[in-house]
């Protein structure tokens, strides 16, 4: 039998194409994720084990106990546990590190990088004054307050060189520092397109921890000192609660770890992407082999009349199954082995610079994709083969064409409405509960699945709709209806293909935009003030800032945020410090209960959610431990609905402002008296020194950051499901190209009494374009109705929530799908247009 | 121009106009060792208002000499006209309107689109052309065939012979100028083939069409008013007024002459 087989599939390569494309692509999918993560994931940890060459043993702060003592307190590293460090027994050398934002303005005054990876350190020379982390390519080491020296990636993007005045920032106001070198290093964060710029030791642990103060100190182990002997010798001498010390190749391994944690983290969502892919390749194959079985049924019976039994039938389609799939498998393999090698010269040519190392292809990685291929591709086939297996053995001598059976639909609707309904039933009900995840999740999967096993029922009303607009393309259009409606479960298997695709990504356009909606919402409506002055990376401002607005002319009210830690009974809670006087001017918060009144002296407003959580009224006074360990009391004057700008327990920053170690403001909020205008904008950034680390935001900008987010993840998400859509567009060309071969003794006998070729091609393209269509409506309806009931679930915590239908982007999906469906039938088409039509009359 | 080229060919007298005419007409598939000549330079008319049968033994060429006339083929040599028209060096196009418009046909299996009910079969080449058919030649032709109670039934509701008579129907209903039948009775029982060819034999006497059958069965032939013999490419023999006998002993002298020489 397993020649049959292997001659079946050698007689329909052509028609097996599209199958093993499809079956390739979803393989070289799942082969290109797996092959590209542990690629980057090994480069990455060979990385982080270099970037610990020069770390015997770290000590670092250990944060305390937060039940007792100052809450939130960091004890820092000084130099005289530094110097002791460097003296124990064993120890080659001890460097003290800080480190910390640092904004680094380019040529125009603009920030260079986007805000999170971009670092500042300290040079720490060695004995023999140099730092043997940072070896300089030009210039020397930075001295003093003034100068700084700039990593050779940066420098060169810039085009800064040594000598020349570069703006700076670090915590607010501008620093005009000297550029004194130009250094390389293998630092991960500029490996990865950050920059990094080092000051000298004082002037760094000004600048990022306590005078004296450092964040971590990496001890060298001299030549015959193991690294646990190091450390043990240095836990003598640390003090009690204050540091810990941990050896370099345990903080290799952690970090090994955490690099491993996030790859499994992006593994895994890729393969779930690979997976849909490989699902709706489920219905190509499927459809393939019943058309197969269809097809050769005088051959199988043929098989059954000279003995075969009819569990060799079935196995001899299962055999034919596993040869597409195994051939698909290796093809997509090796696609995937390309596509992971080319990703990551894509990555490298983006700039997102990855570290270097060989490509890694695991024999786990083989085996998978291999294994994937051929039992998808064995499984799709299960269904035929056992039809296969039916087919009696008189049906060889029968010349005439067997209908096949309809009654079987009965059943498969009855199922398909009763898992549709039930469903739909579960979806409904979990919006309504607080907490439906898993209800609705269920529900999901079984509506698609009851909608699945209803398409062919569906297909017939829906496809009818479009006969009005079909009818305008005279006889090629009303044979391509009645076409695309002969057989429903092929039309049926080719739409769901389509369908899948299309349902997840309008559902989540539909999310995506309405949370979007609701965040922006969120951000903006409870904004009263004009603009929002931050640093660009997020890290505290300078107070100055705050200051240097309030003075300006133009501003009517402003306020900083401040986050002060606090104890209340045993739990930490951040306060939050504003400027009482203008903190009405500045947002606009809905009160629950109480109001805002004048926030001075002990009084503080909640939000909604810590107030019931603690079960406080306007009116509870809260014992609060600040964080200098000062005991005090606040009283509640009003509960509003919080939101992500503004939570918490809000109070005067009069109140809180002695009890602050170091006062940095988080955001500084600005009403100004002519509103948002570019000029207004204009005279903030100048007052302000023309910051690159500062970030002035309006409103609008606001929204903009938001959209661009959603967008960014929007965009990444279509990408991914573009592959699921590929995959069902091979089946729209599978499906077509073996309907018209089905067909071919009609299409003959249309050209022959007169339909020309054109006439044939518009038929073919129509019945795509119905079919196409069919696949797209259901999706995006689908789409809809998940995004709606997933947005009901979300409004529950996000209370500004709104469904937003995007109308515009839904028409584009639907056009989507037409141009899926008139190129689909490029080529069948084109083949149905040049049969021999004597060939095909002939032919029996 | 003569009418006929054959010496001894009677009509039915009511005409004697030429629905299409083969002059030297020649057929070669293939190219140098693999050159076979399917129609070596023939030469026929088929008359309006008559009923010819082409016959000839497996391999003569009559199914080819069928095609080419029909249009459906391309043409070697020679000219073949439908009408006035002259087929060789039609474009596609050119071609298949011809056959839209003024041809019809009656294949021996596969005649029928299975998604369309009898009615739209019948009317499928009105429709193709984008014309409305004319009422009252539709109803009488369908009463002629007799498909007046099944013409909302599907084509895998009807039997073969109901099939075939749907066939007719739908080449009888564009008053094409010829019918062509490609051995349409050939899937048929004795009792439905006799049927259908009644119908064609009919629409020849009583609505003046002209019918041209290839058939290799004698008592289909005997309907036809004509019978041309083909072989080996050529036309051997023309028998007017032909019976089922008449044309056994006829073939059988291909026969013998096939298997003595």
Same mark, same amino acid.
């Given at each position: 039998?397993?020649?049959?087989?292997?001659?079946?599939?050698?007689?329909?390569?052509?028609?097996?194409?599209?199958?093993?494309?499809?079956?390739?692509?979803?393989?070289?999918?799942?082969?290109?994720?797996?092959?590209?993560?542990?690629?980057?994931?090994?480069?990455?940890?060979?990385?982080?084990?270099?970037?610990?060459?020069?770390?015997?043993?770290?000590?670092?702060?250990?944060?305390?106990?937060?039940?007792?003592?100052?809450?939130?307190?960091? $004890?820092?590293?000084?130099?005289?546990?530094?110097?002791?460090?460097?003296?124990? $027994?064993?120890?080659?050398?001890?460097?003290?590190?800080?480190?910390?934002?640092?904004?680094?303005?380019?040529?125009?005054?603009?920030?260079?990088?986007?805000?999170?990876?971009?670092?500042?350190?300290?040079?720490?020379?060695?004995?023999?004054?140099?730092?043997?982390?940072?070896?300089?390519?030009?210039?020397?080491?930075?001295?003093?307050?003034?100068?700084?020296?700039?990593?050779?990636?940066?420098?060169?993007?810039?085009?800064?060189?040594?000598?020349?005045?570069?703006?700076?920032?670090?915590?607010?106001?501008?620093?005009?520092?000297?550029?004194?070198?130009?250094?390389?290093?293998?630092?991960?964060?500029?490996?990865?397109?950050?920059?990094?710029?080092?000051?000298?030791?004082?002037?760094?642990?000004?600048?990022?921890?306590?005078?004296?103060?450092?964040?971590?100190?990496?001890?060298?182990?001299?030549?015959?000192?193991?690294?646990?002997?190091?450390?043990?010798?240095?836990?003598?001498?640390?003090?009690?609660?204050?540091?810990?010390?941990?050896?370099?190749?345990?903080?290799?391994?952690?970090?090994?770890?955490?690099?491993?944690?996030?790859?499994?983290?992006?593994?895994?969502?890729?393969?779930?992407?690979?997976?849909?892919?490989?699902?709706?390749?489920?219905?190509?194959?499927?459809?393939?082999?019943?058309?197969?079985?269809?097809?050769?049924?005088?051959?199988?019976?043929?098989?059954?009349?000279?003995?075969?039994?009819?569990?060799?039938?079935?196995?001899?389609?299962?055999?034919?199954?596993?040869?597409?799939?195994?051939?698909?498998?290796?093809?997509?393999?090796?696609?995937?082995?390309?596509?992971?090698?080319?990703?990551?010269?894509?990555?490298?040519?983006?700039?997102?610079?990855?570290?270097?190392?060989?490509?890694?292809?695991?024999?786990?990685?083989?085996?998978?994709?291999?294994?994937?291929?051929?039992?998808?591709?064995?499984?799709?086939?299960?269904?035929?083969?056992?039809?296969?297996?039916?087919?009696?053995?008189?049906?060889?001598?029968?010349?005439?064409?067997?209908?096949?059976?309809?009654?079987?639909?009965?059943?498969?609707?009855?199922?398909?409405?009763?898992?549709?309904?039930?469903?739909?039933?579960?979806?409904?009900?979990?919006?309504?509960?607080?907490?439906?995840?898993?209800?609705?999740?269920?529900?999901?999967?079984?509506?698609?699945?009851?909608?699945?096993?209803?398409? $062919?029922?569906?297909?017939?009303?829906?496809?009818?709709?479009?006969?009005?607009?079909?009818?305008?393309?005279?006889?090629?259009?009303?044979?391509?209806?009645?076409?695309?409606?002969?057989?429903?479960?092929?039309?049926?298997?080719?739409?769901?293909?389509?369908?899948?695709?299309?349902?997840?990504?309008?559902?989540?356009?539909?999310?995506?935009?309405?949370?979007?909606?609701?965040?922006?919402?969120?951000?903006?409506?409870?904004?009263?003030?004009?603009?929002?002055?931050?640093?660009?990376?997020?890290?505290?401002?300078?107070?100055?800032?705050?200051?240097?607005?309030?003075?300006?002319?133009?501003?009517?009210?402003?306020?900083?945020?401040?986050?002060?830690?606090?104890?209340?009974?045993?739990?930490?809670?951040?306060?939050?410090?504003?400027?009482?006087?203008?903190?009405?001017?500045?947002?606009?918060?809905?009160?629950?209960?109480?109001?805002?009144?004048?926030?001075?002296?002990?009084?503080?407003?909640?939000?909604?959610?810590?107030?019931?959580?603690?079960?406080?009224?306007?009116?509870?006074?809260?014992?609060?431990?600040?964080?200098?360990?000062?005991?005090?009391?606040?009283?509640?004057?009003?509960?509003?609905?919080?939101?992500?700008?503004?939570?918490?327990?809000?109070?005067?920053?009069?109140?809180?402002?002695?009890?602050?170690?170091?006062?940095?403001?988080?955001?500084?909020?600005?009403?100004?008296?002519?509103?948002?205008?570019?000029?207004?904008?204009?005279?903030?950034?100048?007052?302000?020194?023309?910051?690159?680390?500062?970030?002035?935001?309006?409103?609008?900008?606001?929204?903009?950051?938001?959209?661009?987010?959603?967008?960014?993840?929007?965009?990444?998400?279509?990408?991914?499901?573009?592959?699921?859509?590929?995959?069902?567009?091979?089946?729209?060309?599978?499906?077509?190209?073996?309907?018209?071969?089905?067909?071919?003794?009609?299409?003959?006998?249309?050209?022959?009494?007169?339909?020309?070729?054109?006439?044939?091609?518009?038929?073919?393209?129509?019945?795509?374009?119905?079919?196409?269509?069919?696949?797209?409506?259901?999706?995006?309806?689908?789409?809809?109705?998940?995004?709606?009931?997933?947005?009901?679930?979300?409004?529950?915590?996000?209370?500004?929530?709104?469904?937003?239908?995007?109308?515009?982007?839904?028409?584009?999906?639907?056009?989507?799908?037409?141009?899926?469906?008139?190129?689909?039938?490029?080529?069948?088409?084109?083949?149905?247009?040049?049969?021999?039509?004597?060939?095909?009359?002939?032919?029996? | 121009?003569?009418?006929?080229?054959?010496?001894?060919?009677?009509?039915?007298?009511?005409?004697?106009?030429?629905?299409?005419?083969?002059?030297?007409?020649?057929?070669?598939?293939?190219?140098?060792?693999?050159?076979?000549?399917?129609?070596?330079?023939?030469?026929?008319?088929?008359?309006?208002?008559?009923?010819?049968?082409?016959?000839? $033994?497996?391999?003569?060429?009559?199914?080819?000499?069928?095609?080419?006339?029909?249009?459906?083929?391309?043409?070697?040599?020679?000219?073949?006209?439908?009408?006035?028209?002259?087929?060789?060096?039609?474009?596609?196009?050119?071609?298949?309107?011809?056959?839209?418009?003024?041809?019809?046909?009656?294949?021996?299996?596969?005649?029928?689109?299975?998604?369309?009910?009898?009615?739209?079969?019948?009317?499928?080449?009105?429709?193709?052309?984008?014309?409305?058919?004319?009422?009252?030649?539709?109803?009488?032709?369908?009463?002629?065939?007799?498909?007046?109670?099944?013409?909302?039934?599907?084509?895998?509701?009807?039997?073969?012979?109901?099939?075939?008579?749907?066939?007719?129907?739908?080449?009888?209903?564009?008053?094409?100028?010829?019918?062509?039948?490609?051995?349409?009775?050939?899937?048929?029982?004795?009792?439905?083939?006799?049927?259908?060819?009644?119908?064609?034999?009919?629409?020849?006497?009583?609505?003046?069409?002209?019918?041209?059958?290839?058939?290799?069965?004698?008592?289909?032939?005997?309907?036809?008013?004509?019978?041309?013999?083909?072989?080996?490419?050529?036309?051997?023999?023309?028998?007017?007024?032909?019976?089922?006998?008449?044309?056994?002993?006829?073939?059988?002298?291909?026969?013998?002459?096939?298997?003595?020489?």
């Amino acid at each position: 039998m397993f020649r049959t087989a292997l001659r079946n599939v050698l007689a329909h390569k052509a028609r097996l194409l599209m199958t093993v494309l499809a079956v390739m692509l979803g393989v070289a999918f799942v082969s290109g994720t797996l092959v590209f993560t542990s690629t980057i994931s090994d480069a990455y940890q060979a990385s982080s084990q270099k970037g610990y060459d020069n770390v015997d043993v770290a000590i670092s702060p250990r944060s305390q106990d937060s039940h007792s003592g100052a809450p939130g307190a960091v $004890p820092r590293l000084d130099q005289k546990l530094l110097d002791k460090a460097a003296k124990v $027994p064993g120890a080659a050398s001890a460097t003290g590190t800080v480190s910390g934002f640092t904004a680094i303005a380019d040529k125009k005054g603009e920030l260079i990088g986007d805000g999170f990876s971009t670092l500042g350190g300290n040079y720490f020379p060695g004995k023999d004054g140099q730092d043997a982390r940072y070896p300089m390519r030009g210039g020397t080491a930075p001295k003093g307050p003034h100068e700084f020296a700039l990593d050779a990636h940066t420098a060169d993007k810039a085009g800064y060189k040594v000598g020349d005045t570069v703006r700076i920032s670090v915590d607010g106001p501008v620093r005009e520092q000297k550029l004194t070198g130009i250094f390389t290093t293998d630092d991960g964060t500029v490996a990865a397109g950050g920059s990094l710029a080092l000051f000298d030791t004082p002037t760094a642990q000004k600048l990022f921890a306590t005078p004296g103060g450092f964040s971590e100190i990496d001890v060298k182990a001299a030549a015959g000192t193991s690294q646990t002997a190091l450390k043990s010798a240095i836990d003598k001498v640390l003090p009690k609660d204050g540091a810990e010390a941990t050896t370099g190749k345990q903080l290799a391994d952690e970090q090994a770890k955490g690099i491993a944690q996030s790859m499994d983290g992006m593994k895994n969502g890729l393969l779930a992407f690979a997976g849909i892919a490989l699902f709706v390749g489920i219905f190509i194959i499927a459809n393939t082999f019943t058309m197969l079985v269809a097809q050769r049924t005088k051959e199988l019976a043929l098989l059954r009349a000279v003995g075969a039994s009819r569990r060799q039938v079935t196995r001899s389609v299962l055999l034919e199954a596993f040869v597409v799939g195994a051939v698909a498998a290796v093809a997509g393999l090796a696609a995937g082995i390309g596509i992971g090698a080319g990703l990551r010269a894509l990555m490298s040519s983006t700039g997102a610079t990855v570290p270097d190392g060989p490509l890694v292809i695991e024999p786990s990685t083989v085996l998978a994709s291999l294994l994937v291929g051929i039992v998808v591709t064995v499984l799709a086939a299960w269904l035929p083969g056992r039809r296969a297996a039916k087919i009696p053995p008189v049906a060889a001598m029968n010349s005439v064409h067997a209908t096949a059976t309809t009654k079987s639909l009965v059943v498969r609707n009855t199922i398909g409405a009763l898992f549709a309904g039930a469903g739909a039933a579960g979806v409904l009900v979990a919006t309504g509960m607080d907490d439906g995840k898993v209800v609705m999740g269920g529900g999901a999967v079984l509506l698609l699945i009851g909608v699945f096993v209803l398409t $062919p029922l569906l297909s017939r009303p829906l496809i009818a709709l479009a006969s009005p607009v079909l009818r305008a393309f005279g006889i090629a259009g009303s044979l391509a209806r009645q076409n695309a409606v002969r057989n429903p479960r092929r039309t049926a298997a080719t739409a769901s293909a389509l369908m899948v695709g299309l349902t997840l990504i309008t559902g989540l356009t539909v999310i995506a935009g309405s949370v979007q909606k609701g965040i922006d919402k969120m951000a903006t409506d409870s904004l009263k003030a004009d603009y929002v002055v931050s640093m660009a990376s997020h890290t505290p401002l300078s107070p100055d800032v705050a200051k240097k607005i309030a003075g300006l002319g133009e501003v009517t009210a402003s306020s900083p945020l401040r986050n002060s830690p606090s104890r209340i009974g045993t739990d930490t809670a951040y306060l939050t410090g504003v400027n009482g006087k203008d903190f009405g001017k500045l947002t606009r918060l809905d009160f629950t209960k109480g109001s805002l009144g004048e926030l001075r002296g002990d009084r503080a407003v909640v939000d909604d959610v810590t107030a019931k959580e603690k079960g406080w009224q306007p009116g509870s006074r809260i014992p609060v431990t600040y964080e200098d360990g000062k005991k005090g009391t606040l009283t509640v004057s009003g509960v509003y609905q919080g939101n992500q700008m503004i939570n918490g327990i809000v109070l005067d920053n009069a109140t809180l402002a002695p009890h602050q170690k170091q006062i940095t403001d988080m955001q500084v909020m600005v009403k100004t008296a002519g509103g948002p205008t570019d000029a207004t904008k204009d005279s903030l950034v100048k007052a302000l020194g023309k910051n690159p680390a500062i970030s002035i935001a309006d409103k609008q900008d606001v929204s903009d950051g938001i959209a661009k987010m959603f967008n960014l993840m929007l965009n990444m998400l279509y990408g991914l499901l573009a592959m699921a859509v590929i995959v069902a567009v091979l089946g729209v060309i599978n499906t077509l190209a073996m309907s018209v071969f089905e067909r071919s003794q009609e299409i003959g006998m249309l050209r022959a009494i007169g339909l020309d070729r054109r006439g044939i091609k518009r038929m073919v393209r129509l019945e795509s374009l119905v079919i196409s269509l069919f696949g797209g409506v259901l999706g995006i309806g689908l789409g809809v109705f998940f995004g709606w009931a997933a947005g009901e679930l979300i409004g529950g915590s996000l209370s500004t929530y709104e469904l937003v239908l995007p109308w515009g982007r839904m028409g584009i999906f639907l056009a989507m799908a037409a141009l899926v469906g008139v190129l689909a039938a490029l080529w069948p088409a084109r083949r149905a247009a040049r049969l021999n039509m004597l060939a095909a009359i002939k032919a029996e | 121009m003569t009418t006929t080229t054959h010496s001894g060919v009677s009509t039915t007298g009511h005409a004697t106009a030429v629905a299409a005419r083969a002059t030297d007409l020649t057929k070669v598939y293939g190219q140098g060792e693999t050159k076979v000549v399917a129609l070596d330079a023939v030469s026929v008319d088929f008359r309006q208002a008559q009923f010819t049968a082409i016959m000839g $033994p497996s391999g003569s060429g009559k199914s080819t000499l069928m095609h080419c006339m029909a249009g459906l083929d391309t043409i070697s040599g020679g000219s073949a006209r439908i009408g006035d028209i002259e087929l060789t060096g039609l474009k596609d196009k050119k071609l298949t309107q011809l056959r839209r418009d003024k041809i019809g046909f009656i294949f021996q299996a596969f005649n029928l689109l299975p998604t369309l009910n009898a009615l739209e079969n019948i009317t499928l080449p009105m429709d193709i052309a984008g014309r409305k058919p004319d009422r009252a030649w539709l109803d009488r032709v369908v009463e002629t065939v007799g498909l007046a109670g099944r013409l909302k039934h599907r084509p895998s509701e009807l039997s073969g012979g109901q099939q075939q008579r749907v066939a007719v129907a739908r080449a009888l209903a564009s008053r094409p100028e010829i019918i062509f039948a490609d051995e349409p009775t050939g899937n048929l029982d004795s009792r439905s083939g006799a049927e259908v060819l009644g119908f064609l034999r009919n629409s020849v006497r009583e609505l003046g069409q002209t019918v041209v059958m290839v058939t290799h069965d004698p008592v289909a032939a005997s309907y036809a008013d004509r019978v041309v013999f083909l072989a080996d490419g050529r036309i051997v023999d023309d028998m007017p007024n032909p019976t089922a006998d008449m044309v056994l002993e006829r073939m059988k002298g291909f026969d013998a002459k096939g298997r003595t020489s």
